[in-house]
C-alpha cells in the first residue's frame, strides 16, 4: 500500500499531491493518506466524493487517515485547487461582470482589470471567491491576459466561480481555463454570504 504523507502542509499541496498519486497507480491499487489538518482533511473528502471515491476515515489524535483505492476515472481533468479552502479569515468576494474596469477608454479599462487581478493575490488578505457573471467570464477563457493570474489565486485558494449561463450564453464552454462553472443559485448563496463584495 503506498503511503502519501501531507502532514505539515496547507492546501492546495495536499490536495494536489493526491490527484499526481492516484493518477500514478493503477486502478484498484490501495492508498493511505495522512494529514493533521481538520481542514485539509474536509478538502480531501470533498475531492474524492466528487471523483466517486469514498474513503475510509479514522483519526489518532491531530493524526486524519484516509484509506482508499484509486479509481478507473480519468483525474487529469479535474482541478483539485479549485476545492482548497483555508482556516485564514477570508470575509470579501470579488465580483467581475466585465471585461472591462471603469468607464471611459475600454483599452485603458482592459489595462486596468488586468493590473488589478495582478495585484489582488499579492494582498495579504485573499478574496474568498472570485465570480465571474455576463462578459466577465470571458476572463476565464484560456487566451485571456488574466488567465494566469486567475489560476494562481486559485492554487493560493480562492474559489474561482463562473455564472454557468453565461459561459453558455456566449458559446465558450471548450475555451474555459479556470475555474468552476456554478449556476446562479450557487453564486448567490456565496454573494449574499460574503463579509462584502468588492465590483472592480
Not at 55 to 75: F, Q
Not at 145 to 165: F, K, N
Amino acid at each position: 500500500m503506498k503511503t502519501l504523507d501531507t502532514r505539515g502542509l496547507l492546501c492546495p499541496k495536499p490536495l494536489i499531491m493526491l490527484k499526481e498519486a492516484l493518477q500514478e497507480m493503477d486502478a484498484g491499487d490501495a492508498l493511505r493518506v495522512e494529514t493533521d489538518n481538520d481542514t485539509s482533511l474536509k478538502n480531501l473528502l470533498t475531492y474524492l466524493k466528487d471523483q466517486g471515491i469514498e474513503p475510509e476515515v479514522s483519526s489518532a489524535g491531530a493524526v486524519h487517515t484516509l484509506l482508499l483505492t484509486a479509481p478507473e476515472k480519468d483525474l487529469s481533468a479535474s482541478n483539485p485547487a479549485a476545492y482548497c479552502s483555508s482556516d485564514l479569515p477570508r470575509d470579501y468576494v470579488v465580483c467581475i461582470k466585465r471585461e472591462v474596469m471603469g468607464d471611459g477608454d475600454p483599452e485603458l479599462g482592459k489595462v486596468l482589470l488586468e493590473t488589478f487581478v495582478e495585484n489582488l493575490k499579492l494582498q495579504e488578505q485573499l478574496p474568498s471567491h472570485v465570480v465571474l457573471y455576463n462578459g466577465g467570464v470571458k476572463l476565464a477563457m484560456k487566451s485571456s491576459p488574466l488567465c494566469s493570474s486567475l489560476v494562481e489565486l486559485e492554487e493560493l485558494g480562492t474559489r474561482i466561480m463562473l455564472c454557468g449561463t453565461c459561459v453558455d450564453h456566449y458559446g465558450i464552454q471548450l475555451d474555459i481555463g479556470v475555474g468552476m462553472i456554478s449556476n446562479m443559485v450557487v453564486l448567490t448563496e456565496t454573494l449574499a454570504s460574503a463579509g462584502h463584495v468588492v465590483t472592480p
